[in-house]
């Protein structure tokens, strides 16, 4: 089973990453994501109903760890959807405000699940037999309403709120990002915009991404003391690129289960090829 669901997660993470890359425009790539997700989902629904777990926690594991994976990210490409398409039109303080009042909204579903959040960012688990098995909620648990009009047979009382957990780190990032990139466009006069760039990068902004977090790790840039968002914006210059929401590409990077690292392992095995290459010339 675990490796079923690993390989749809995969395949799912791809197919998303695809879209990151084929277009910015927000709408457009929500919704195919969510058709995605949704396709995806389908998928693993079939997988539970052909299934029987062999054990409660073996269930539990499921519900807690893998089933919020997918779901978190629907919940995500849905809320984003929506946010965008009902932005208003106007200045840049008019919709620095509408950004803002849709953290206060995440703040919010924070303070009314406090107790949850504390329960599962701490790893806790005696609840677990409550929380994510199937057919044993407990009405004082102040269940949400959709519960009751679930598949029963898909879902547990609380799998759902790890998954909207997920999906608020990342609509979080993206909420600030898009703050950010007012500010940014806010105070960059015209005086300061540099004459554009004859270098342009050609490789995927995920690899460019993954690049930046690393030079920025090693502290390589004025003794470490230069922030993330000053290291990107100079690249985006230098190299004439909109990385977008690169908190929310670093967060999907941490996601994969294998090659974490997948544009730094290949620049390494490239110069070492390069190497032995030279190496062997007479």
Known sequence: MINRTNTLLQNLIEQLHFIDLETDNMVYKSEKALEICIESIGKLKKLVSKYNFRSQQEEISFFKEVKPQFTSKRIYYNTIYKIETKKPYGGLRIVKKYYNNELTKLKRFFDNNLDFYKYY???????????????????????????????????????????????????????????????????????????KSAVYWTGTKVSLIELLYALNAAGVFNHGQLELNATVDLFEKMFNIDLGQYHRSFLELRERKNARTKFLDLLKEVLTRKMDDVDETP
């Open 121 to 195: 960012r701490t790893g806790s688990t005696y609840l677990d037999y409550k929380y994510f098995l199937r057919g044993t909620f407990d009405i004082k648990q102040s269940l949400d309403s959709f519960y009751f009009e679930a598949d029963l047979d898909f879902c547990t009382s609380h799998d759902f709120k790890v998954a909207k957990i997920l999906a608020n780190d990342l609509i979080q990032v993206y909420l600030e990002d898009q703050l950010f990139n007012l500010d940014r466009k806010e105070n960059r006069s015209q005086s300061e915009v540099l004459p």
